[in-house]
């Protein structure tokens, strides 16, 4: 397991992520320059803490960025919104933050809360509470195994800092979010939730932020030996490619502000053999005919065939090679009360949740 | 008539055409001086054709001298950079994203003031003409007069951006500025770097741009001239003077327009085979598909609406390797007509396979009647195996689409392609891309959020396509003559009251063309 992150390791980070992503998580490249920027500056590494090594009664704080990816690369961050907003966290709960968590690993998310770690001196714990991208706050590990939703924190480039002491559930933070998110001009900082170290140690999908690494150093190390990377990240990740092919269609339409689709691909040598991805935001169900390879929370990655470069949902298009990476859900996302939230059902897909063999990690 | 010149890095094209029809066209070699290469493919189109100068209407041309600029880091002008958004782009400051080699030619001057827009058109913070005016001051004691200015969310509302520019002249009144809101799109870093390096580029644009009316003038034709930019439409030359950056990659998208033109299709795969790499695109309704992606040029990311186009290491310079069979991607280039077989050289390239073949005949075929058939038959589905891929890799459906061959290396070209419902190789298909540039027609682009909570769709589509006729016009479009020929709506996920991103392109032809 990695003790720390330096400047040698964020190209990996990125790669692991992206691929984590299952699709979605947005893109890595704006957080990867930062963080980068950011260790110059400090001039020391991202120290990296295993969730064992909390104290259970430290309080420690989830952090990501919300807001539409076309914001976010329009209106750049000010760069220490989050800081703010765990120094106000602090403040008002006159306890000191022990470390920051990883909201998501899937996507530009995994590497943000390293940005927070360096700028406020905290390390930042191995793991995080999806083990993928997921496209809503209740979809998380800390919601689905009942940790408060509040208080939690928003803050915006002003510096302006918003903590909602009180909050009915999950799903009204999540909206209650979503539209002061808009106020302070469609992307903000936000830290969620705040909790003990016995509650994040109960629910926490633990080093994922290694396996993000070690995803990203196989593939680049296959980049090195042009050698196609699928299927050993695949054996990384204890799963398996399921297809491999040409991208043939895409159909996409965007529904209640979500990116919702299908792709169809075609294997190399049979054009009639395809397989067929149903997204939102994030890959969530691979058929071939009508048979159903993997479905949420179970991983789908769409991956380049020669690189290995993880292929976001918004950039798919007809004619990319691409092998499809189908890797088992970490065991948290596997439950009956995580099921509830984050399998097929959740999503609107009447298909039932046939688990592929084995765990993430 | 009207003379349409494409200077390549190997090649410089050129044609005369009257009306649809060409007159005469020629190849001449790029040299290092670009007006004396321009000046020579005149000369000898005009002689060839033998009309008088004063019947030429106009004079199109596209170059690819500015993006070599870029990447040789040649020419460039040292620049500021005024970005106005605090409080918020502290973390990533202009340039921030550049190779450090390409940072230090520029000199990473660059500035942060107030100002900026939210996407609903809200003031980030307010605007402060004296912090604008010390920025100034300072790019003044620096000695430089080159500056880009970059606001945030200025593709909405570029008051700002003007504000600054007026000011900044007021310092330093031979300052030469670029608004980021007149060439990019939205994405801060994208469009700020384009508008730096179109700052950079703009002494090496005026020289240039000279340099080409001097070889007109040498000729004596004094009919306006014209330089393609990376959509397929053209600008004057003092625009280009202006805009250098916009002729980025114009060079494919000539040779695509050409494609389209020379066959008469709108909606075709384009094969262009050149010497070393064949370039695959796909047109739509007569245009390139643009690249949907971020695009480096000389490793700075732009947003520029580049086409789509997909490259591989196969030409009529190619090298064959025997055993194991191999074509390409290492090529003899320009030296074809020295180290080729056929052209009295000790090479096995493509072209002698072809001519080898029975398919053309170029040079002495005598130097390759001994080539073994096996072989001659093996390299050529090989090279049709390669292009076969390639275009199915471009396609947009799985229905098989025409293909249309074009550029100097089309002879390899020489049984049926996959997927393909014909194959077109039109006349005059070695210059296709200086054909591109003389029919190019000039547009207009806006590309805004529009939010739809306060305007219906259809008064947000009208107003989106009555900018781009305007930005069209004053392009030198004929007001009558303009189309709008693209339309995309981008719904933006996580953002309320029905936020939309519209992008339109509006086209026209040349007033008096």
């Known amino acids: ?361 | 008539m009207r003379i349409g010149i494409d200077v390549g890095g190997t090649n410089t094209d050129a044609v005369l055409m009257d009306g649809t029809a060409v007159v005469s066209s020629t190849k001449t070699p790029t040299t290092a001086n670009v007006s004396e290469g321009i000046a020579r493919a005149l000369r000898d189109v005009i002689a060839d054709s033998g009309i008088n100068t004063e019947t030429i209407d106009g004079v199109m041309i596209g170059t690819t001298h500015f993006t070599n600029a870029v990447v040789e880091r040649k020419h460039l002008t040292p620049t500021a950079c005024i970005r106005l958004g605090l409080p918020a782009t502290v973390c990533l400051p202009p340039m921030v994203d550049w190779p450090l080699d390409l940072r230090d030619i520029v000199g990473g001057n660059a500035h942060l003031a107030h100002g900026g827009h939210e996407f609903d058109g809200r003031e980030i913070s307010a605007f402060e003409p004296d912090e604008v005016r010390d920025i100034a001051e300072k790019i003044k004691a620096a000695g430089l007069n080159a500056i880009a200015i970059s606001s945030v969310f200025s593709p909405v509302n570029s008051t700002f951006e003007e504000q600054s520019a007026e000011i900044v002249r007021s310092v330093i009144p031979n300052a030469n500025i670029t608004l980021s809101s007149e060439i990019g799109r939205i994405g801060l870093l994208e469009r700020e770097n384009a508008a730096i390096m179109n700052s950079c580029l703009r002494q090496l644009a005026a020289r240039t741009v000279d340099g080409f009316k001097a070889a007109l003038d040498e000729l004596q034709i004094a009919s306006p001239f014209y330089i393609s930019q990376n959509d397929g439409t053209l600008m004057n030359a003092d625009f280009a003077k202006e805009y250098p950056v916009l002729t980025f990659a114009s060079g494919p998208t000539n040779s695509m327009r050409g494609a389209a033109f020379l066959s008469g299709l709108k909606d075709a795969i384009v094969v262009d085979v050149g010497g070393t790499t064949t370039d695959i695109g796909v047109l739509q309704h007569g245009f390139p598909r643009v690249a949907a992606l971020a695009v480096e040029i000389g490793g700075v990311r732009t947003n520029f609406r580049m086409p789509d186009t997909y490259s591989i290491g196969l030409g009529g310079g190619s090298l064959i390797q025997e055993d194991p069979l191999k074509v390409g991607p290492r090529s003899v280039g320009y030296e074809l007509t020295e180290k080729a077989l056929v052209f009295g050289g000790d090479v096995l390239t493509t072209t002698d396979v072809i001519v080898a073949g029975g398919g053309e005949d170029i040079g002495n075929k005598h130097a390759v009647s001994g080539l073994d058939a096996g072989l001659v038959t093996a390299v050529q589905a090989r090279i049709m195996e390669m292009i076969a891929i390639a275009v199915d890799r471009m396609k947009t459906s799985a229905t098989p689409v025409p293909v249309i061959v074009v550029g100097g290396g089309s002879i390899l070209v020489t049984g049926e392609i996959e997927g393909a419902s014909e194959i077109i190789k039109p006349d005059h298909f070695p210059v296709a891309n200086a054909i591109g540039a003389a029919i190019a027609q000039v547009g207009g682009e806006c590309d805004r959020i529009f939010s739809l909570a306060e305007l219906s769709r259809d008064e947000a589509l009208d107003q989106a396509k009555q900018e781009a006729s305007d930005r069209a016009i004053n392009a030198g479009a004929a007001a009558e003559s303009v189309d709008i020929v693209d339309v995309e709506e981008v719904p933006l996920a996580y953002l309320p009251g029905n936020a939309t991103r519209i992008m339109v392109k509006a086209v026209g032809d040349l007033v008096g063309a």
């Open chain 1, 1 to 361: 397991m990695i003790q720390s992150v330096t400047l040698d390791d964020t190209a990996a980070i990125a790669v692991g992520a992206g691929i984590l992503g299952t699709g979605g998580g947005g893109s890595t490249y704006l957080n990867r320059l930062r963080l980068n920027i950011e260790l110059r500056k400090q001039g020391r590494a991202v120290s990296v803490i295993r969730a064992d090594d909390v104290p259970d009664d430290a309080v420690v704080c989830a952090v990501g960025g919300m807001g539409a990816p076309t914001v976010s690369n329009e209106k750049l961050q000010e760069g220490t919104e989050i800081k703010t907003a765990v120094r106000a966290l602090e403040d008002h709960l006159r306890r000191e933050v022990y470390a920051i968590v990883i909201g998501e690993i899937g996507g530009g998310n995994a590497l943000g809360p390293m940005i927070t770690a360096l700028q406020t001196g905290l390390p930042v714990v191995d793991g995080d509470s999806m083990g993928r991208a997921f496209p809503e706050l209740q979809m998380d590990t800390f919601m689905i195994y009942g940790l408060a939703p509040a208080p939690f924190v928003l803050a915006d480039t002003h510096g302006n800092v918003s903590i909602f002491k009180r909050i009915g559930s999950a799903g009204q933070a999540e909206a209650f979010a979503r539209s002061l998110t808009i106020e302070m001009g469609g992307s903000a900082g936000l830290v969620m939730p705040i909790m003990s170290g016995a509650d994040m140690k109960a629910t926490i999908i633990r080093d994922t932020l290694s396996l993000a690494k070690r995803i990203g150093e196989a593939v680049l190390d296959c980049r090195a030996r042009s050698i196609a990377p699928a299927e050993i990240v695949a054996a990384l990740c204890n799963g398996e490619v399921i297809f491999t092919g040409k991208i043939v269609d895409v159909n996409r339409r965007t529904v209640e502000g979500f990116a919702r689709g299908r792709l169809k691909i075609s294997a190399f040598d049979d054009f009639n053999k395809q397989m067929e991805i149903d997204f939102q935001n994030e890959n969530l169900i691979a058929r071939v005919g009508e048979d159903v390879l993997c479905t949420v929370p179970d991983l789908i990655t769409l991956v380049s065939l020669e690189d290995g470069e993880a292929i976001g949902t918004e950039s798919l298009r007809y004619g990319l090679r691409v092998a499809v990476l189908a890797m088992p859900a970490p065991k948290e996302l596997k439950t009956p009360e995580a099921l509830a939230v984050v399998g097929p059902k959740a999503f609107g897909y009447d298909v039932e949740f046939s688990p592929m063999a084995g765990d993430l990690l």
